[in-house]
Structure formats: structure tokens, C-alpha cells
């Protein structure tokens, strides 16, 4: 059987799912900087994934730094279609918030700056910034998972 990379079980993935965790962690604390983020919905979404990605990355970040380190690659198709479904899930998810968020933070941009001080919406921005980052991460590996899961 070929290996994928960036499937599960190799360096590649490995290298992902730290990437996912390192920029999740990263917009979950410029978000929550600010102090007012709880005052819009979308920030709000935005901190709730990336609430929810972290520990799922960082989780399947160790499956695979255990997977290198034992050189047994995880093959089994149970686990592999719920490692895919929950990438995919998070992926959209994490693509919403982004989304949302970048939305809300221009909107408040462009509304005569009275609603956003310059401080927390250069925050906001870079939080924004790191989820689509995050986000990027995700569907890759979820695509790479994907790519294998017809081999098995």
C-alpha cells in the first residue's frame, strides 16, 4: 500500500496537525484578547471553534508524532473515515467562523470607526487571519485522509 503524505500516521501530517494547533491556539488568544469580543456573535463562533479545533488537532497531532516514532501508520477504515469526517466538519466550521468574523471586523472598519477601536480591530484582524490559516491546514489533511480511504 502507497503511502500518502500528509496522511495520517506520517511526518507530513504530523507537521500539519501541529500547524492547525500552533495557528488555532494563535487566533483563539488575539481574539480573546480583546476584552469586547464577546459583544459580537461571530467572535463569539469564531473563539467556540477554535475552542473545538484545538484539542482535535493537538489530539491527532500526537496519534501521529506516535505513528513516526512507533512506524506503524494508523490503516484501520473506521478510524480513518472518522478522522476524515471530523476534518471535514471542523474544516467547514473553522471556514465559517473565519469568514464571519473577517466580515464583521471589515464591516466595523468601514462603519466611521466608532464601533471598533483601531487596537482590538487590528486584533480581530490578525485572529481572522490565523483561523483562515488554520483553516487551509485542516482541508488539506482532510484531503490527503480522503485521497487514501479509497485504498484501504
Known amino acids: 500500500m502507497d503511502v500518502v503524505p500528509g496522511s495520517v500516521g506520517t511526518s507530513a501530517s504530523f507537521s500539519l496537525r501541529l500547524g492547525q494547533t500552533i495557528f488555532s491556539s494563535a487566533s483563539l488568544l488575539f481574539m480573546s484578547l480583546g476584552v469586547e469580543f464577546y459583544t459580537y456573535t461571530a467572535f463569539c463562533y469564531l473563539v467556540t471553534i477554535m475552542g473545538l479545533t484545538i484539542p482535535w488537532s493537538f ?3 500526537i496519534v501521529d508524532g506516535y505513528s513516526v516514532l512507533v512506524k506503524c501508520p494508523v490503516r484501520q477504515p473506521g478510524i480513518l473515515l472518522i478522522i476524515v469526517l471530523g476534518d471535514w466538519v471542523l474544516s467547514t466550521l473553522t ?18 470607526g466608532s464601533f471598533c477601536p483601531p487596537k482590538f480591530c487590528s486584533r480581530y484582524q490578525i485572529s481572522a487571519a ?6 487551509f491546514l485542516s482541508m488539506a489533511s482532510s484531503l490527503f485522509n480522503l485521497w487514501l480511504l479509497p485504498s484501504l
Open 59 to 61: 489530539t491527532l497531532a
Open 95 to 112: 471556514l465559517a467562523a473565519a469568514c464571519s468574523t473577517a466580515s464583521v471586523v471589515d464591516l466595523l472598519l468601514h462603519s466611521d
Open 130 to 135: 490565523m483561523a483562515f490559516l488554520s483553516w
